[in-house]
């Protein structure tokens, strides 16, 4: 069609750039070790934290709801797609993070855009990390409340953009709680603390935080003991819990108002039912015992001192999320290259993801490796030679 001819020009534009993603199709279950092109390749970059995307019991489950629900919901949630097991699901997953009432949304995606623009408009003042995720940068954009971007994690400066917006009809401070490219973590006591001191509402986007951090994998609120104090979480079923959705967690009042309100939960036909039963297999696992996070957390550990060893910057992480930082992008996607060549994945994060002079490799740790698996990782690190002096 002419009037897309554009598009061909502007996909040049980002290989020329060197910001192209090949899509690569992984043709197994999530694991340890995926197939891809038809060969076994050690899987260092996925969100399946705990191992739970091919877990025989979550597999189990599903076969035993489709045989009672099926597959499709039918409907929006508010319309005729509410089932059961949503139900169940938000019942167990307020459970276990220790709050009043959940909610749950098709993705975190919907989750972020569907209540920002409810919780702050026009005569508010969002106050948001400027290292947070890409959804809840949309989720502000929607809004019609003024934005404040404070350098991240800079608690001085959110302090003096919130004296300088007490007028403001309601204040929203919003941060991830685990960052996605850094691995670090929010300081989120010390921003609840400045929540408190200017009657702002706190909200939090757990993502990768949920089954990481806290007892159990509760999360950040609870890593500091924060579960009545932060007004608003959100959090995602597609990563630790190894499935899809996500959810808003908090008061009794907040999720009923979402659930008459937010669009993005009022307009998405609901979750299908053998999704909804593989999270709460997920959730009942975790809740039961924290065999695997305390895995995830000893992996995490021992792969990290052993690239720290071979003399490679991991930078300022705090969790499984390990960024190998090259600084140079061609580099750091040719390294990306050879380490699929010796069967390992990873991923190159370049800008404008990263700032120009901080590209890097992305590696996640997850509770599904072996210590072989990390040894065999290790040993294509120290064969490739990549220091931070290179």
Known sequence: MPKLDFLEQEIRKIKENGLYVPIKSIQSAQGAWVTIEGAKILNLCSNNYLGLANDPKLREKVR????????????????????????????????FKRRES???????????????????????????????????IDGCRLSQAKKVIFPHKDLKALHNALKMNKNARRRLIVTDGVFSMDGDIAPLNEIVELGEKYDAIVMVDDAHGEGVLGDHGRGIADHFGLHDRVDIEMGTFSKAFGVVGGFICGSAALVEYLSQTAKTFLLATASSAIDIAACIAAVEIVEKSDNLVRKLWENT??????????????GA??????????????????????????????????????????????????????????????????????????
């Open 64 to 95: 035993q709801t489709l045989n009672e629900f099926g597959v499709g919901a039918g409907g929006a949630r508010t319309i005729c797609g509410t089932m059961s097991l949503h139900r169940e699901l938000e019942q167990k997953i307020a459970h």
């Open 301 to 314: 550990r021992y792969f990290k001192d052993g690239m720290r060893d071979l003399d490679f910057d991991v």
């Open 102 to 136: 959940a909610l749950v949304f098709c993705s975190g995606v919907h989750a972020n855009v569907g209540i920002i623009p409810l919780i702050a408009g026009e005569g508010d003042v969002i106050l948001t990390d400027e290292l947070n995720h890409g959804s809840i």
């Open 317 to 390: 992480s705090e969790t499984p999320i390990i960024p190998i930082i090259l600084r140079d992008t061609k580099i750091a996607q040719e390294f990306e290259k050879r380490l699929f060549e010796e069967k390992v994945l990873t991923r190159a994060i370049t800008y404008p993801t990263v700032p120009k002079d901080q590209a890097r490799l992305r590696v996640i740790i997850s509770a599904a490796h072996r210590r072989e698996d990390l040894d065999f990782a290790l040993g294509k690190f120290k064969k490739l030679g990549m220091r931070r002096s290179y």
